[in-house]
């Protein structure tokens, strides 16, 4: 019985899961939820490769989402609050403020095609 | 800059057209698509309007409407600040800057996909994003007066899809 495992042919090495790719950096020790865990275990499944390594790939994954959105936001917010900033000039002393059908009538301009037409020669 | 797609890009983005391979990269890496809320109702209006053929249009509605709601796709709400710049813009240029040379549509669908556009620039912008497009000539000029308008922000980018 020990003799036959001995002999035994080894696994083929194309049978076995690749070897994951060596990185520099500092090691570490986490605890991994055990709801990630098993993500992290089906994606190594699916790719071929360690726990490690998935564990390390889906992290850059969020990684670069991160990074994505906090460029978008830092940018957002300057654009954001530019507008913010939009001022009107200053209202002119003793001026007559547009009547109620002046208002209507300018904020319905553009979708009744009313004075841009005349203005701007459509 | 991450950009956002407008809608001459979001329309050629599903498998045969010529931004497939963009949207394809983009899944490939993991990227986020960001898609205009505006862009969005042109694509859905245009798959369910009356005049298409709906069964043979439902596979694509379909197809788009995955996308939408994939974890990787983002809508780019058309929300208060980008409602206000829209606005601006549309009363400093209430026509397309190219009218003379836009090929399609009668002069009054002109005016209506050109307060999309509007729309769509301002949602890039307020949202944080630059803008991928075809149509440079206008989104340039959309650019060019929101910088005169907000000369103290980041400026819009606008991308050449054809490139």
């Known amino acids: 019985m020990i003799a036959s495992l001995l002999v035994a042919p080894r ?4 049978a076995r899961r690749p070897r994951a790719p060596r990185r520099a950096g500092a090691r570490t020790t986490l605890r991994v939820p055990d709801d990630l865990a098993e993500t992290v275990a089906r994606y190594a499944e699916q790719h071929r490769t360690s726990t490690n390594d998935a564990l390390i790939r889906l992290a850059y994954d969020g990684a670069q989402r991160y990074g994505y959105e906090r460029t978008v936001e830092e940018l957002a917010a300057e654009r954001r609050a530019a507008i913010e900033r939009l001022v009107d000039g200053e209202i002119p ?3 007559e403020p547009l009547s109620p059908e002046e208002t209507t009538r300018a904020i319905l301009g553009f979708r009744l095609g009313l004075y841009d037409e005349e203005t701007y020669g459509a | ?3 956002a797609w407008d809608t001459s890009v979001a329309s050629r983005m599903h498998v045969g057209e010529r931004h497939a391979a963009l949207l394809e990269a983009h899944r490939h890496v993991g990227a986020p698509v960001s898609i205009p809320a505006p862009t969005v109702q ?7 309007a009356p005049a298409v053929d709906r069964d043979r249009a439902r596979p694509k509605l379909r197809w788009f409407r995955a996308l939408l709601y994939h974890p ?5 709400p058309f929300d208060r600040p980008a409602a206000e710049l829209a606005g601006r813009l549309l009363a400093e240029m209430p026509h397309p800057p190219t009218r003379d040379r836009r090929r399609a549509g009668s002069r009054a669908q002109q005016r209506a996909a050109w307060a999309l556009d509007v729309q769509i620039a301002a949602c890039a ?3 944080g994003y ?10 340039g000029m959309l650019r060019d007066t929101i910088a005169e308008l907000l000369p103290d922000a980041p400026p819009l980018t606008v991308s050449d899809a054809r490139l």
């Open chain 1, 93 to 95: 002393p003793g001026v």
């Open chain 1, 11 to 14: 696994p083929r090495r194309s």
């Open chain 2, 72 to 76: 990787l796709t983002i809508v780019v």
């Open chain 2, 125 to 127: 912008f307020a949202g």
């Open chain 2, 130 to 139: 630059g803008l991928l497009t075809e149509n440079v000539d206008d989104f």
């Open chain 2, 42 to 48: 042109e694509l859905v209006r245009g798959l369910t």
């Open chain 2, 1 to 3: 800059m991450p950009d």
